[in-house]
């Protein structure tokens, strides 16, 4: 029809040629429905962008800039008889693949057509939630108040009482009530509309999805529809033209129903925009656009910067010795970041290195540990059979992973929290938290407690040079509060010679 | 009718464009690309870093182009979400934290199709849940990139703890035939490599692609010698450029895979799960169905995909009479008991599918018609062993032989598969 321009007074429409036809039933509602989406968006677009759907070029441009996503079910098919780009996702999973396209391409005006089965029932996470959202986005909503597709089956939004094949002796649960449920949601913009035998109400849903295309943000237009091959034949509606009749007295315009007693409003449902919010969509708002701002600010070199490197040839026989170490003690004690240090130390020493750490509930609070494994050469398994090196700040830990150390290793112990060492032959000891409150003088008590062991530790070892343990810390925690660490350096410096002169 | 018309405003983020130049320098197809690339001076700078496994994952996403993330947190795959949430809209894109697992691969799917690279992360559970999706993308041919952390399982089992078991998951958890591409790394440095790798392949196949890196190569960290951006091979999906009203989002192409045309240029076209025609229509045509489905597999199995897709390394194979396979984590144990047992004089090799999915068969079928023995060492109860034993048994039918003998070395109690573990097996 739209390429024969000649034929002016003809409306154009957003059919897919090449779409041969189209499932549903005969007098089913959803045409009409395709049919007033199809007229608000030609309107509403070509308004926007001005240009006239009546010329190709004009429709082309709005054509383009269309993206339908549907889910599953009889109204989901509409997406393939559009002509325009349009995705029939999986069952109820509509809104969140068009969230995507959405924050993808802001450009798009993003349109779903659903069915009630779809959105409400196994897609009703997804709604919650694109409510909340707020993206730009118009969702209409073909309420037959059951599942087509399938055969009759009762959905969401099925009356009690009415029989569907899933409810053959009648459905005995509640339904949803859509409208207050999309408010407490947080959609910005509701409306209902039908599809019955009357003019004016096609009218009203044209007017009704094009005022929901209009609207910056989530928008909701819930159809109340038919099923008259399905739902309407198990209850004694099965003529799509009465069926449509009978929806006639089931709904009311939204001014009228306001003014209704609490008892008769229950019975009708409103027509109309029932609750329109103005405020900005999630892309456009204030609130993102400053949180992008800060993001991009935070993060704002991402490159690291370039080095000359030469690689030489590693023998692959070989098997470089390798040095273990796990830095362990309470949960607040910074022993993973330790760890993390050592290991930065250590690529900085010009050596390799594997930190790994344990992780999950033992890590936030309670028992903590890190290990690092320290080698001149390649590190294939991270992990040793036997540690080399323990640091145990705290009782727990050297009690538990005591029996980890190798006969030849060494555990450093920190003998301010450390009473009972068995006269294990491999220990060492230094009161590292009294030395913490005597030379560092933490503001909060064992804070800088790792530094000091960390490079304590790695000095007395002779694993890496004092330059790259420094640099290591002040490249990470020293970054935040270089004095202190500066001190726990310091003090860890010192008391390692002294152990050496021992 | 002419489609140049008045276009609606189009603001799609720029891509850089594919470079053959970084091609050149680094071949990803090769194991230890970047380390390769600098032995042979075809590389002379770089970034050096520490990462952990989650974060160098994330940054190479990013690096590769990706520009939006739909993500859900889960232990241990959590870093990825935060990293992008760190640090993508400094590269002009944008995440969403989504309202669950299915919403989130749903949404990178939305953005892919939409025409900008997209992908999401996960781990056991919240892999199983987005199989369904998954399956979506690979009827549909949507370039994808899902990382699944393996932890063990089933169900919600150590969520802290390393697994290797969703090996058979990430080949078969969605219904139907289905080609899948999935990549086991087994360093830090692999998993930036690898991730770039998984999004050129996603581009350049229109395919999801999984990466799947167990807990604790994506938890433990390491120096990792990084290219310049600029040296980044990059390959991005090809677009249309004839005339609208001819294009073909199913349609024939030389090498199987079709054209993608971003939304909003007029390449106007529909994507469904149903089977569907060269234009992307539903159809019931038994020979365009069967087309289809066979072309979706076809596509990975080109010479030229393969060379793209299957990634083996093998160390001290040649004169192997004994041969350990393992990936990931495993095969990190697996190197060093092989180093202690050629230090004895046991001549064994390992053999490491960095692609596990679709398996690197000729590779394997060399190694393992000539080999006496062969111990499969993953952190499940066989499921990779599964494959190993059916390619050992299509080995010995071409040799006319019997099979050689397969064993299996599994763990599924939290703890890794050890060096000494390895050693002993195959001293055994
Ligand atoms: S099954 Fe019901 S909802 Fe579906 S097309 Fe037929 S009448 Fe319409």
Request: aromatic fraction near 6%; charged fraction near 20%; glycine fraction near 8%.
């Amino acid at each position: 029809m739209n390429a024969n321009p000649i034929c002016s007074l003809e409306m154009p429409d957003l059919r897919r040629t090449t779409m041969r036809r189209n499932i549903w039933c005969e007098g089913c509602g959803l045409g009409n429905m395709q049919q007033a989406i199809s007229i608000a968006l030609m309107r509403q677009l070509g308004r926007r962008f001005k240009v006239d759907f009546m010329q190709p070029a004009g429709l082309e441009a709005i054509k383009n800039n269309i993206a339908m996503v549907s889910g599953i079910g009889c109204t989901s098919r509409m997406a393939g008889h559009l002509d325009a780009n349009t995705v029939h996702t999986t069952h109820g999973r509509s809104l969140a693949f068009a969230s995507g396209l959405k924050m993808a391409r802001p450009d798009l005006t993003v349109v779903l057509a659903a069915g009630d089965g779809d959105i409400f029932a196994i897609g009703g996470n997804h709604f919650i939630h694109a409510a909340r959202r707020n993206l730009d986005m118009t969702l209409i909503v073909y309420d037959n108040r059951s599942y087509g597709m399938t055969g009759a089956q009762a959905s969401p939004t099925s009356p009690m009482g009415e029989f569907g094949s899933s409810a053959p002796y009648g459905v005995f649960e509640a339904p949803f009530n859509l409208v207050d449920l999309a408010i407490g949601a947080g959609a910005g913009f509701v409306a209902q509309g039908a599809v019955t035998t009357l003019q004016e109400h096609q009218d009203q849903l044209e007017e009704l999805i094009a005022a929901g295309l209009d609207h910056k943000g989530f928008s909701f237009i819930n159809v109340v529809g038919t099923c008259h091959t399905g739902w309407g034949a198990r209850n004694k509606r099965s003529e799509a033209f009465r069926y449509r009749q009978y929806l006639q007295h089931e709904v009311t315009p939204v001014e009228r129903w306001r003014e209704l007693p609490p008892e008769e409003r229950a019975a009708l449902k409103p027509l109309g925009i029932i609750h329109s919010v103005d405020r900005p969509d999630l892309q456009s708002s204030p609130a993102y656009t400053e949180i992008v701002a800060r993001g991009k600010k935070a993060a704002a070199s991402l490159e690291e910067p370039l080095e000359d490197i030469r690689l030489i040839d590693l023998d692959p026989m070989a098997r470089p010795p390798r040095t273990s170490l796990r830095f362990a003690g309470s949960g607040g004690q910074g022993v993973i970041t330790a760890g993390e240090i050592a290991l930065s130390a250590a690529v900085l020493a010009g050596k390799n290195g594997v930190f790994t750490k344990n992780y999950g509930p033992e890590a936030r609070g309670g028992e903590a540990y890190s290990d690092v494994t320290v080698s001149d050469g390649e590190i294939h398994f991270p992990q040793s059979d036997e540690l080399d090196v323990l640091v145990a700040l705290n009782q727990e830990t050297f009690d538990k992973f005591r029996k980890e150390v190798g006969p030849s290793g060494r555990i450093l112990v920190n003998s301010s929290a450390v009473r009972e060492t068995y006269d294990d032959p491999r220990v060492i000891t230094s009161p590292i938290g009294e030395i913490l409150a005597r030379d560092v003088r933490p503001p909060k008590r064992d804070l800088g407690i790792n530094i000091l062991a960390l490079a304590l530790v790695l000095d007395y070892l002779g694993l890496m040079s004092r330059q790259a343990i420094e640099a290591a810390v002040m490249k990470s925690v020293g970054k935040k509060n270089p004095a202190l660490n500066q001190k726990a350096l310091a003090a860890g410096f010192a008391e390692a010679e002294r152990l050496k002169a021992h | 009718m002419s489609a140049k018309v008045a276009k609606a405003p189009v603001t799609q983020p720029a891509l850089r464009p594919d470079d053959s130049k970084a091609a050149a320098k680094i071949d990803l197809s090769e194991v230890g690309a970047v380390h390769q690339a600098l032995r042979a001076g075809r590389l002379t700078q770089a970034r050096r870093t520490t990462l952990s496994g989650n974060d160098a994952i994330a940054k190479a996403a990013l690096e590769a182009g990706a520009r939006f993330f739909g993500g859900y947190p889960i232990t241990p795959s959590t870093e990825v979400l935060e990293y992008a949430a760190r640090n993508i809209f400094s590269y002009g894109g944008s995440y969403l934290q989504m309202e669950d697992e299915i919403a989130s691969i749903a949404s990178a799917i939305g953005a892919s199709l939409g025409g900008i690279k997209a992908f999401t992360a996960t781990s056991g559970p919240g892999f199983s849940l987005k199989q369904e999706n998954l399956g979506y993308a690979c009827l549909v041919e949507v370039p994808l990139v899902v990382i699944n952390v393996m932890r063990g399982g089933p169900s919600t089992g150590g969520p802290t703890d390393a697994g290797q078991s969703d090996v058979m998951q990430a080949r078969w958890g969605t219904h139907g035939d289905h080609p899948i591409v999935a990549i086991a790394p087994a360093t830090v440095q692999e998993c930036w490599e690898e991730t770039v790798r998984a999004f050129n392949i996603a581009e350049k196949y229109r395919t999801p692609v999984i990466l799947l890196p167990d807990a604790k190569v994506s938890q433990m960290k390491e120096p990792v010698i990084l290219p310049a951006l600029a040296d980044i091979p990059i390959v991005n999906r090809a677009r249309p450029s004839g005339a609208p009203e001819e294009y073909e989002a199913f349609g024939p192409t030389a090498n199987g895979v079709p054209l993608l045309a971003p939304f909003g240029e007029g390449y106007r076209s529909h994507f469904t799960g149903l089977y569907h025609n060269r234009k992307g229509l539903p159809t019931r045509d038994v020979r365009l169905i069967d087309q289809l489905q066979k072309r979706i597999h076809a596509k990975l199995n080109t010479p030229a995909a393969r060379r793209d897709i299957l990634k083996t390394e093998t160390f001290l194979c040649d004169d192997a009479e004994i041969l350990v396979v393992a990936y990931g984590i495993t095969a990190r144990a697996a190197k060093d008991a092989v180093l202690e047992a050629r230090a004895v004089g046991i001549k064994v090799g390992l053999l490491r599918p960095i692609t596990l999915w679709p398996s690197d068969r000729e590779t394997a079928i060399k190694y393992l018609s000539r080999v006496k023995r062969v111990i499969v060492a993953e952190l499940n109860l066989g499921q990779y062993r599964l494959e190993i034993e059916r390619l050992a048994y299509e080995a010995a039918q071409r040799k006319q032989c019997v099979p050689t003998t397969v064993t299996g070395l599994h763990r599924v109690d939290m703890r890794l598969i050890s060096p000494r573990d390895v050693y002993e097996e195959i001293c055994r």
